[in-house]
């Protein structure tokens, strides 16, 4: 009833001596752990990927055309490691 995730936040980062880079940082109010941070890694990955699409493809910044996938950190206000599923 009350969702755990919170907000998105990315950053556009330059890189030592390569492209630019989109840096994703995901707050969450409760996080399991176990069971559902890969999940919610491959969402935010995913997320992650369909931003850098967008960016390449744009005509107004040629700087962004080579931009990758930078870092993905989750940051949780409770985070747990249930030994049974969630409901």
């Not at 969702?3 to 399991?32: H, M, N, V």
Request: hydrophobic share 35%.
């Amino acid at each position: 009833p009350v969702p755990s995730f919170c907000l998105l936040q990315f950053k556009i980062s330059p890189s030592t001596g390569g492209p630019l880079t989109l840096d994703c940082t995901a707050y969450f109010r409760k996080q399991e752990m176990r069971f559902w941070w890969l999940v919610n890694l491959a969402e935010l990955a995913q997320l992650q990927r369909e931003v850098c699409d967008s960016l390449r493809s744009g005509r107004d910044h040629n700087e962004l055309r080579t931009i990758r996938p930078g870092p993905i950190t989750t940051i949780a206000a409770r985070a747990k490691a249930d030994r049974t599923p969630p409901k």
